[in-house]
């Protein structure tokens, strides 16, 4: 345990009595700006004869790192405010908002509640679009004295992020020894894990998992003192870990924030290899936890050298550099990072866990909840992006191009067409083998083909011909061009992208080949031959001979289509190995060509500890999370189909009459509603109908890709809308929420009740006493969590289905037209309207066309339910339903689907 002079311990008590102590929440509402709120908590924090009480409850620390993280997000103040937090925060902390008259930034600040002082302190994030990315954390107010004001300075004036101050001195009137490291006392944050600094942390690591934001270089800066006599160097600097960090680029902004201190400051500032300055931070349990210890392990596990991440920066410093001058920390900070762009998708608070995984938030408690699928990735190489973007660039071309009257060139325009057939047989995939992927490349052999021939006429006609009409169009379509290129330029670009899909679809197939036959014990004649064609292919390609390099891959893909086999039984045994032994329960049902072929189930749906004891059967409903995407989109664009409507017509009018669309609004159509592209993540719009309703009736957010449940939340609304149901003729008597989830629930169970698939009593809620539980893995016979009421928010979430249920509506969309026609269908697919789209997903991927997929994850603490369905390209949809955390199954519960559908692909002799 720590010891304190007798002299320090009569300063306490002094300064106890002589301060009229303010709570935090009470210095932000006396506080303008910054430099008054970090002047406020400098001289009211607790101290020797005040109770500190650490936030010690793991549900309520979850949902703190995920207020926190989300505040990181903030873009606009109207997300600054308490009624936003989950119930379980509501009364014992809020959101307040600080406006500087002399900033174009807002402060969001997170505190205890009116009247409360435990010691938690306050956090402070800028919001606005751009900030530094540095985050500053004062873990020891007075202790290392002005650390309170050198904080508050340096995110004022360097514009850093956000800034964490901890409320309470390393020793109080709790002078209990840390449950995390015995030598120091509970309230010393930076040896103990349930406190602002360490949650602050955390959320920071989470922040950056997100890959969207694409910043590297960002670093958390805890600020700490030392006495004049304890080290040579007046500033320490280290990554919390005694290690040279001259060797290793991660340390870059580390060390330039060093050479800036020493050549703008009058003092000696140091890193480790400079000095023998024992003060490394390495017990430092953020430090740890920044440099990559497991959360569990922070308290006892040191990290090592290695794995130091440059992001953590332990800051000691002498008295005179927190006393004078300190605007020369600020400066420095301010030159060593840049500012970047902040704003990311806003999630509604949800508590996240300490564990190692990237998580959606988590919040069984608050109706304006989200979850998210994991693993948002990037990935523009595969088969699926790369077809894609050629077929943009076709839009391009065909929209550049014109002929002298205005109109699309005609025979642009046929290669597109070309082109378009390619791409559709490729998205819709084939019943049998792989021919279908010899037909789309016969397709694109055909476009470039009509564009070589456009190109040849181009060269030809600008070099000899005489003909005036053929002069007057080549002068208009030159005119139509961008930037001065050449339309044989355009062209040419074009039709590289044809030789480069075809190359990867080819390649994709010849490597799956080349596996297969491998792992039989040789590499057979036929596989010879392709990978012989798919030289040939890259040889002509580097030649520009760009048709023949087509052909020869063409060839190649045509006999390794006739040589791999899709083996139903083996892809059932390839979920069953991966999924056995490594969660408490699980479905799963397979369909092929619009008939079930197997289904199974093993463990339980309710354990011991959850009278009455059943089994899981592939008939057995659970609440099935984001897999109810697909549902609703299915739902949604049924009655457009029967109404004569598309995917691309506005939202606005079928919303209830008196809803009033803020700016931007109206602008937004159904596809950008089932792709995620309204701005409602951003600006934080959660799925209950009133909080839908603000979300409209708001000014328009960014519009890019961003992830949301409220997006499909608000289809139970316009399905009524749909259906001719004005819902603003029950807001009155507060009817319209209840009304809404009634019609939405009837419409399902009509629709997919009525349906030769037969699928019964379809619900967002199951009231039944058997209700199939959520689990942790392994349960250890602890009872589990039971899925609530879903109804008012359900569309994105909530519905509740069965392995058989999902597997029939996947087999029924694809091989029929009972829920719409094949028109919509094909929308549907093309836009990938409901499902993960590969340009956001970048694992969606499957061995010889495009899967059609949408994963779920729920958590509830320890609990947990996974879902996956799956229409993959030969006509084989796959449904899987877990009902705990999972163990090592090999990766997210999707990819697990993909790769036991890849590997089940077979040479036909083998």
């Given at each position: 345990m720590?010891?304190?002079a007798l002299?320090?311990?009569?300063?306490?008590?002094?300064?106890?009595?002589?301060?009229?102590?303010?709570t935090?929440?009470?210095?932000?509402?006396?506080?303008?700006?910054?430099?008054?709120?970090?002047?406020?908590?400098?001289?009211?924090?607790?101290?020797?004869?005040?109770?500190?009480?650490?936030?010690?409850?793991?549900?309520?620390?979850?949902?703190?790192?995920?207020?926190?993280?989300?505040?990181?997000?903030?873009?606009?103040?109207?997300?600054?405010?308490?009624?936003?937090?989950?119930?379980?925060l509501?009364?014992s902390?809020?959101?307040?908002?600080?406006?500087?008259?002399?900033?174009?930034?807002?402060?969001?600040?997170?505190?205890?509640?009116?009247?409360?002082?435990?010691?938690?302190?306050?956090?402070?994030?800028?919001?606005?679009?751009?900030?530094?990315?540095?985050?500053?954390?004062?873990?020891?107010?007075?202790?290392?004295?002005?650390?309170?004001?050198?904080?508050?300075?340096?995110?004022?004036?360097?514009?850093?992020?956000?800034?964490?101050?901890?409320?309470?001195?390393?020793?109080?009137?709790?002078?209990?020894?840390?449950?995390?490291?015995?030598?120091?006392?509970?309230?010393?944050?930076?040896?103990?894990?349930?406190?602002?600094?360490?949650?602050?942390?955390?959320?920071?690591?989470?922040?950056?998992?997100?890959?969207?934001?694409?910043?590297?270089?960002?670093?958390?800066?805890?600020?700490?003192?030392?006495?004049s006599?304890?080290?040579?160097?007046?500033?320490?600097?280290?990554?919390?870990?005694?290690?040279?960090?001259?060797?290793?680029?991660?340390?870059?902004?580390?060390?330039?924030?060093?050479?800036?201190?020493?050549?703008?400051?009058?003092?000696?500032?140091?890193?480790?290899?400079?000095?023998?300055?024992s003060?490394?931070?390495?017990?430092?349990?953020?430090?740890?936890?920044?440099?990559?210890?497991?959360?569990?392990?922070?308290?006892?596990?040191?990290?090592?050298?290695?794995?130091?991440?440059?992001?953590?920066?332990?800051?000691?410093?002498?008295?005179?550099?927190?006393?004078?001058?300190?605007?020369?920390?600020?400066?420095?900070?301010?030159?060593?990072?840049?500012?970047?762009?902040?704003?990311?998708?806003?999630?509604?608070?949800?508590?996240?866990?300490?564990?190692?995984?990237?998580?959606?938030?988590?919040?069984?408690?608050?109706?304006?909840?989200?979850?998210?699928?994991?693993?948002?990735?990037?990935?523009?190489?595969?088969?699926?992006?790369?077809?894609?973007?050629?077929?943009?660039?076709?839009?391009?071309?065909?929209?550049?191009?014109?002929?002298a009257a205005?109109?699309?060139?005609?025979?642009?325009?046929?290669?597109?067409?070309?082109?378009?057939?390619?791409?559709?047989?490729?998205?819709?995939?084939?019943?049998?083998n792989?021919?279908?992927?010899?037909?789309?490349?016969?397709?694109?052999?055909?476009?470039?083909?009509?564009?070589?021939n456009?190109?040849?006429?181009?060269?030809?006609?600008?070099?000899?011909?005489?003909?005036?009409?053929?002069?007057?169009?080549?002068?208009?379509?030159?005119?139509?061009?961008?930037?001065?290129?050449?339309?044989?330029?355009?062209?040419?670009?074009?039709?590289?992208?044809?030789?480069?899909?075809?190359?990867?679809?080819?390649?994709?197939?010849?490597?799956?080949?080349?596996?297969?036959?491998?792992?039989?014990?040789?590499?057979?004649?036929?596989?010879?031959?392709?990978?012989?064609?798919?030289?040939?292919?890259?040889?002509?390609?580097?030649?520009?001979?760009?048709?023949?390099?087509?052909?020869?891959?063409?060839?190649?893909l045509?006999?390794?289509?006739?040589?791999?086999v899709?083996?139903?039984?083996?892809?059932?045994?390839?979920?069953?190995?991966?999924?056995?032994?490594?969660?408490?329960?699980?479905?799963?049902?397979?369909?092929?060509n619009?008939?079930?072929?197997?289904?199974?189930?093993t463990?339980?749906?309710?354990?011991?500890?959850?009278?009455?004891?059943?089994?899981?059967?592939?008939?057995t409903?659970?609440?099935?999370?984001?897999?109810?995407?697909?549902?609703?989109?299915?739902?949604?664009l049924?009655?457009?189909?029967?109404?004569?409507?598309?995917?691309?017509?506005?939202?606005?009018?079928?919303?209830?009459?008196?809803?009033?669309?803020?700016?931007?609004?109206?602008?937004?159509?159904?596809?950008?509603?089932?792709?995620?592209?309204?701005?409602?993540?951003?600006?934080?719009?959660?799925?209950?109908?009133?909080?839908?309703?603000?979300?409209?009736?708001?000014?328009?957010?960014?519009?890019?890709?961003?992830?949301?449940?409220?997006?499909?939340?608000?289809?139970?609304?316009?399905?009524?809308?749909?259906?001719?149901?004005?819902?603003?003729?029950?807001?009155?008597?507060?009817?319209?929420?209840?009304?809404a989830?009634?019609?939405?629930?009837?419409?399902?169970?009509?629709?997919?009740?009525?349906?030769?698939?037969?699928?019964?009593?379809?619900?967002?809620?199951?009231?039944?006493?058997?209700?199939?539980?959520?689990?942790?893995?392994?349960h250890?016979?602890?009872?589990?969590?039971?899925?609530p009421?879903?109804?008012?928010?359900?569309?994105?979430?909530?519905?509740?289905?069965?392995?058989?249920?999902?597997?029939?509506?996947?087999?029924?969309?694809?091989?029929?037209?009972?829920?719409?026609?094949?028109?919509m269908?094909?929308?549907?697919?093309?836009?990938?309207?409901?499902?993960?789209?590969?340009?956001?997903?970048?694992?969606?991927?499957?061995?010889?066309?495009?899967?059609?997929?949408?994963?779920?994850?729920?958590?509830?603490?320890p609990?947990?339910?996974?879902g996956?369905v799956?229409?993959?390209?030969?006509?084989?949809?796959?449904?899987?339903?877990?009902?705990?955390?999972?163990?090592?199954?090999?990766?997210?519960?999707?990819?697990?689907?993909?790769?036991?559908?890849?590997?089940?692909?077979?040479?036909?002799n083998?």
């Amino acid at each position: 345990m720590a010891t304190y002079a007798l002299s320090s311990i009569l300063f306490l008590v002094f300064f106890a009595i002589i301060v009229d102590a303010k709570t935090p929440s009470e210095c932000v509402d006396d506080s303008d700006n910054m430099d008054e709120l970090s002047s406020c908590l400098r001289t009211n924090y607790l101290t020797f004869g005040d109770d500190y009480v650490p936030v010690s409850n793991a549900l309520t620390k979850g949902y703190l790192v995920g207020a926190m993280r989300n505040m990181l997000c903030m873009t606009h103040k109207s997300q600054c405010a308490t009624e936003r937090l989950p119930q379980k925060l509501v009364g014992s902390y809020r959101l307040a908002l600080l406006e500087p008259a002399t900033s174009q930034q807002n402060i969001c600040v997170l505190t205890e509640a009116d009247g409360a002082d435990n010691g938690f302190g306050a956090f402070a994030v800028r919001f606005g679009m751009q900030a530094r990315p540095v985050h500053v954390q004062v873990p020891h107010p007075l202790d290392d004295i002005e650390t309170t004001i050198q904080g508050g300075e340096i995110f004022d004036v360097a514009q850093t992020h956000s800034v964490a101050f901890h409320n309470a001195r390393r020793i109080t009137e709790n002078t209990t020894a840390s449950t995390c490291q015995p030598t120091y006392f509970i309230s010393d944050a930076s040896h103990n894990v349930d406190n602002i600094i360490h949650l602050a942390t955390r959320a920071v690591l989470k922040h950056y998992q997100n890959d969207s934001l694409r910043i590297t270089n960002w670093a958390m800066l805890q600020l700490h003192g030392i006495s004049s006599g304890t080290c040579v160097p007046d500033v320490y600097l280290t990554p919390a870990r005694n290690v040279d960090t001259s060797m290793d680029a991660k340390f870059n902004s580390l060390n330039s924030f060093a050479d800036t201190l020493n050549n703008t400051s009058p003092w000696f500032v140091a890193l480790p290899q400079d000095s023998t300055c024992s003060k490394n931070g390495e017990q430092n349990v953020q430090g740890r936890l920044a440099n990559g210890v497991a959360p569990a392990s922070v308290c006892t596990t040191a990290a090592t050298d290695n794995d130091a991440t440059g992001h953590f920066i332990h800051m000691e410093q002498k008295k005179p550099v927190r006393e004078d001058n300190t605007q020369q920390v600020a400066n420095a900070v301010l030159t060593t990072w840049s500012l970047q762009n902040t704003g990311c998708a806003f999630l509604p608070y949800a508590p996240i866990e300490d564990a190692g995984k990237i998580e959606p938030p988590r919040n069984p408690d608050n109706a304006d909840l989200v979850q998210r699928p994991e693993y948002e990735t990037k990935d523009q190489s595969t088969p699926v992006n790369k077809f894609r973007a050629l077929m943009m660039s076709f839009s391009t071309l065909s929209s550049t191009l014109q002929d002298a009257a205005g109109g699309p060139d005609p025979e642009v325009q046929s290669a597109y067409n070309l082109a378009k057939s390619a791409w559709d047989m490729y998205l819709d995939g084939s019943s049998g083998n792989l021919t279908y992927l010899v037909d789309t490349v016969a397709g694109l052999e055909e476009a470039l083909q009509e564009l070589i021939n456009i190109t040849d006429g181009i060269d030809q006609c600008v070099a000899t011909c005489r003909n005036r009409n053929t002069r007057q169009r080549i002068r208009a379509k030159r005119q139509a061009t961008v930037a001065a290129r050449s339309d044989a330029t355009l062209i040419r670009a074009v039709q590289t992208e044809i030789v480069e899909v075809v190359e990867t679809l080819t390649s994709a197939v010849a490597n799956k080949m080349l596996m297969s036959t491998a792992t039989s014990g040789g590499c057979s004649d036929t596989t010879q031959r392709v990978l012989a064609e798919v030289r040939l292919g890259r040889q002509s390609r580097g030649k520009g001979l760009l048709l023949v390099a087509v052909q020869q891959f063409g060839r190649g893909l045509g006999y390794a289509s006739n040589s791999l086999v899709f083996d139903p039984e083996l892809f059932r045994t390839n979920i069953m190995n991966a999924m056995n032994n490594q969660v408490v329960g699980y479905s799963f049902a397979i369909t092929r060509n619009g008939n079930l072929y197997s289904s199974d189930a093993t463990g339980p749906a309710r354990t011991a500890a959850d009278p009455t004891q059943k089994d899981l059967t592939p008939f057995t409903r659970m609440h099935i999370a984001s897999v109810s995407k697909p549902i609703t989109t299915i739902l949604v664009l049924r009655l457009l189909d029967q109404l004569g409507e598309s995917p691309d017509t506005l939202v606005s009018d079928y919303l209830p009459s008196l809803w009033t669309p803020g700016a931007g609004m109206g602008s937004l159509r159904f596809r950008d509603f089932l792709t995620h592209h309204t701005g409602f993540a951003q600006t934080g719009v959660g799925s209950t109908y009133s909080a839908l309703r603000a979300g409209i009736e708001a000014p328009i957010g960014p519009t890019g890709w961003a992830y949301s449940n409220a997006n499909f939340g608000l289809m139970r609304v316009l399905i009524c809308g749909l259906l001719g149901f004005d819902l603003s003729a029950f807001e009155i008597i507060g009817m319209a929420a209840p009304l809404a989830a009634a019609i939405f629930v009837q419409h399902a169970k009509v629709v997919f009740g009525n349906a030769d698939a037969g699928l019964q009593g379809l619900d967002c809620n199951d009231d039944s006493s058997d209700e199939t539980i959520q689990y942790a893995f392994p349960h250890g016979g602890v009872s589990g969590f039971e899925e609530p009421d879903r109804r008012l928010v359900c569309g994105g979430i909530g519905w509740h289905a069965s392995a058989i249920d999902l597997a029939k509506i996947m087999a029924y969309l694809r091989n029929s037209e009972e829920f719409m026609s094949n028109n919509m269908r094909q929308q549907m697919q093309n836009g990938f309207l409901g499902f993960m789209d590969p340009v956001d997903w970048g694992w969606v991927d499957a061995f010889g066309g495009v899967p059609y997929v949408h994963g779920g994850d729920w958590f509830n603490g320890p609990n947990e339910q996974h879902g996956c369905v799956v229409a993959f390209p030969n006509r084989v949809e796959v449904s899987l339903l877990i009902n705990s955390a999972r163990g090592s199954i090999g990766g997210y519960q999707c990819i697990v689907l993909q790769n036991a559908y890849d590997n089940a692909w077979v040479p036909i002799n083998g």
